[in-house]
């Protein structure tokens, strides 16, 4: 193939954040920008006019996967953890959208960062986004045309997995939702973009993925049918797992949701590693197969809070490994935690 790559993903030291609530403000941005030990970070999920929050419906829980009993630290909406996190308390469950911020707030967010160097190189910043093809297009023209004005490098996610939207199931699982997404991003991006992809449990969901991006990086012409590099840059695997219940005894016997609403919601943290593991190595196996792929990086995400799931990531293929859960519950040391124990 000729033609070359999209521009490629650059993170180290490659430990990050995932986009997730505790990645919301600027003062939660710029905490994890100063950290030495991420050499990227990713903001929380925006669209381009903000997500309708409510702080009484879109909350997030902490509990004990072993015991399945949920944290004696209450449920929070904000990016503040609540008190009283135990040590057991190792996996969340959610139903929260997106951020509240609009796209438009986030690049503020980033110009406002100082123009810090890790280890001789600016960090790199992924700019998380979803909403409609065209939406995503828009979001794409924005990031892409700020980061010619700025001295942070950029890339962009493209979220389209998350599973706390009733109104629609996530596009990545679906290859012609994928292949709209993909239309809509240009042929040659000026920043590496990639996917966040939900926890997939069966190949077939794996090969919906794998057809669209090999379906779109096949060029046909009158005269001829080329193959092309992937515009995608790299993939975020994983998100959180839908459709998870935590519930809690009331003191006449009855149980209740712990989230509002249903209950429903996305779990993360500990008990999603194994599966996060499974679907890092099996995409990363995937695209090894497939010559217009085989440019494509993939970010390890699910459970990971220290050196070792940190080493378990790698070892399945993932280039960089970013944390959610473990972010919350311990804050930005759990990367500095993270780069000591890689170094003993």
């Not at 009331?250 to 590693?273: F, N, Q, T, V």
């Amino acid at each position: 193939m000729d033609t070359p790559p999209p521009p490629a993903l650059e993170i180290s030291p490659p430990l990050l954040n995932s986009a997730n609530p505790w990645c919301t403000t600027f003062e939660d941005l710029d905490r994890l920008h100063a950290s030495p030990h991420t050499g990227a970070i990713t903001t929380r999920t925006s669209m381009l006019g903000g997500f309708a929050h409510d702080d009484a419906s879109n909350q997030y829980a902490f509990f004990n996967p072993s015991t399945a009993e949920p944290s004696r630290a209450p449920n929070a909406s904000t990016q503040r953890s609540p008190p009283g996190i135990g040590a057991g308390d190792v996996a969340s469950l959610n139903n929260l959208g997106y951020s509240p911020h609009p796209l438009g707030t986030y690049l503020d967010f980033v110009g406002r960062l100082p123009d810090r160097e890790v280890e001789g190189h600016r960090k790199l910043v992924i700019v998380s986004v979803t909403g409609s093809p065209a939406e995503v297009a828009e979001c794409y023209r924005l990031i892409a045309s700020f980061s010619r004005t700025t001295p942070h490098p950029l890339a962009m996610e493209v979220n389209l997995s998350c599973p706390n939207i009733a109104a629609a199931s996530p596009p990545a699982s679906d290859r012609a939702q994928l292949l709209a997404y993909l239309a809509a991003l240009p042929r040659n991006p000026e920043i590496p973009v990639g996917l966040k992809t939900p926890p997939y449990t069966h190949i077939a969901h794996f090969a919906e993925l794998i057809g669209a991006l090999r379906q779109d990086a096949t060029v046909v012409s009158p005269t001829s049918m080329l193959e092309v590099p992937s515009r995608i840059s790299f993939i975020t695997a994983v998100n959180t797992l839908g459709s998870c219940l935590l519930l809690e005894g009331a003191r006449d016997g009855e149980w209740s949701p712990r989230l509002p609403g249903s209950g429903l919601g996305g779990m993360a943290g500990a008990p999603l590693h194994p599966l996060a593991l499974g679907n890092v190595k099996t995409i990363t196996d995937l695209l090894s197969r497939e010559p217009e792929l085989l440019h494509i990086k993939v970010i390890g995400v699910g459970g990971v809070s220290d050196a070792d799931g940190f080493r378990r990531m790698k070892s399945v293929g993932a280039y960089a490994v970013g944390v959610g859960t473990a972010l919350g519950r311990e804050g930005v040391e759990v990367f500095e935690k993270i780069a000591s124990q890689l170094h003993k």
